[in-house]
C-alpha cells in the first residue's frame, strides 16, 4: 500500500467527469486500498478517486472519531437518489490546504452505491450529519464539482483562495443555489465540517 499524491485545486483532474467503474478489478482494489491508506495519513474524513488523479466514480468516507476504531465506507458509481432540506456546513477539503468555507447542503441524502464486493447498498444521512455532508461532498468531486462552488459568502471565501495561493472561485462553475440559501438563512449557524 502506499500514500497517493493529493491533487491540489488548480488541477484540471479535479475538474473533470469522472467515468462509472466498469469492474471492480485488482487495479481497482489497489487504488482503493492507497485512497483509505491516504485518507487516514492526512486524517481526512473523505476521498474522492479524482483527488489522487484517477477520474473514476469512486470515494471513501470514515467519519469516525479519532477514539472510535476505523469505520471506512467505500462508494462505487454511487447515486444521490434522494435529498431534502439544507444546512450550512462549515467545510475543507484535501485539495484545499488551509481554506474553510461556509457552503450549501442538503440536510438529508439517500446515496445507492456498490461496494468493494460489486453489491448495491442503500445509506441513508440525516439532519445534516457529517455522513450526509460527507456524501454530497464527496459525490461532487466525481461530477468535477468543488465545496466552493457552493460557498455562501464568495468573496470571503475568494480571499481565503487568495491568502493560500490558489485561484478564486470560477465563476463557470459557481452554484447560486437560491432555494437551499433561502432555507439556510433562516436557520442559526451549526458548525460541523468536513475535511476531504
Ligand atoms: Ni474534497
Redesign the pocket.
Known sequence: MSILKVRIYGDNVLRTKSKEVTKISKKIHTLVENMLQTLYAYNGV?L?AP?VGENLRIFIIDVSSAKEPRNPIVFINPKIIKKSGATNSHEG???FPDVYADVRRYKNVTVKALNMAGKPFILEAKDGELLAIAIQ??FD?LDGK??IDHARNRFETDEKLIANKLNPIDMDYFLEEPELEEEISKQPINNEGEN?
Do not use: K, R
Open positions: 473523505g474522492a483527488q477539503c484535501l485539495s461532498h464527496e468531486h468543488l465545496f476531504g
